[in-house]
């Protein structure tokens, strides 16, 4: 079974910076396509950035050049560094993992995504 279980949440001014990580089961890095996605009040579940097991990243227009996604497989954590926080970025944060062997097609589509954990928080004032 995998586990996700994020941390790193918070509240911080806009324009400021959190780092998420998001600690995982053993081996579940190398083996599958890795994402994080948020949800706002009212609002669907929508990506923010995806990591396939060959480190190839995707990240959605509204967090590019501010958000990084990365991982550390030896201490089976993915990260999500993110810069120049504004008050639209406020939403509980997942981290997400695909079934192991899935191809790397529509990444940043959350049906995609097997393995979700319990959310972190994230709030930015303006």
């Known amino acids: 079974q995998v586990q996700l279980v994020e941390s790193g949440g918070g509240s911080v001014q806009s324009g400021g910076s959190l780092r998420l990580s998001c600690t995982t089961s053993?081996?579940?890095?190398?083996?599958?396509?890795m994402g994080w996605f948020r949800r706002a009040p009212g609002k669907e579940h929508e990506a923010v950035a995806v990591i396939g097991t060959d480190g190839s990243t995707i990240y959605a227009e509204y967090v590019k050049g501010r958000f990084t996604i990365s991982r550390d497989n030896a201490k089976n954590t993915l990260y999500l560094q993110m810069n120049s926080l504004k008050a639209e970025d406020t939403a509980m944060y997942f981290c997400?993992?695909?079934?192991?062997?899935?191809?790397?097609?529509?990444?940043?589509?959350?049906?995609?995504?097997?393995?979700w954990g319990q959310g972190t928080q994230v709030t930015v004032s303006s």
């Open positions: 997400a993992a695909t079934v192991a062997g899935l191809q790397w097609s529509f990444p940043l589509r959350p049906s995609r995504y097997a393995y």
């Open positions: 053993r081996d579940t890095l190398s083996k599958r396509h």
